[in-house]
């Protein structure tokens, strides 16, 4: 048995016949591989949150902005008082440098619940939100509560 330490090295690209299944999936990262995974699973179970979730997440980490929007918007039509769907909704927004929609979305989770305030102080999705002093005040009234 090897040592836990030493793991033998994955084998290389071209230890798997050209063409074969294990070619390709050695070709690809794990964010590609759940985005058309979980695509395929959409596609029979359009209504499954929580691939819904992690489809959007993933989008997010490959930069496609536009396409997780779709997915978020979906989410919360299916989730309406979901309050960490609205967050990543929100979130989104922000993304898409959108803050009218990013801080009406943002206020709609914290009234639904959401509670996370030094989460959302940090979370760099904000970023583009974070000096705008209407986030500041709604982190204000809501934290005080």
């Known amino acids: 048995m090897p040592h836990p330490s030493k793991r033998p090295s994955p084998p ?3 230890s798997f016949p050209p063409g074969s299944v294990l ?3 050695a070709d690809r990262n794990q964010v590609d591989f759940e985005l058309d995974f979980y695509s395929r699973v ?8 929580e691939v819904l ?3 959007a997440s993933n989008m997010t980490v490959k930069g496609r902005l536009q396409e997780g929007l779709t997915v978020d918007k979906r989410l ?4 309406p008082f979901d309050p960490t769907a609205r967050y990543n909704l ?7 440098r959108q803050p009218d929609l990013a801080l ?3 206020r709609k989770a914290i009234e639904l619940g959401y509670r996370d305030f030094r989460y959302m102080e940090e979370d760099h999705d904000l ?19």
Request: positive net charge; glycine residues 0%.
């Open 12 to 14: 290389s690209d071209d």
């Open 23 to 25: 070619a390709f999936l």
């Open 42 to 49: 959409l596609t029979t179970s359009p209504e499954f949150h």
């Open 53 to 55: 979730r992690a489809q």
């Open 76 to 79: 919360v039509d299916l989730r």
């Open 90 to 96: 929100a979130c989104r927004y922000a993304l898409l």
């Open 104 to 106: 009406v979305t943002l």
């Open 127 to 145: 970023d583009s939100i974070r000096k705008d002093p209407r986030f500041r005040q709604l982190v204000r009234e809501y934290r005080n509560r």
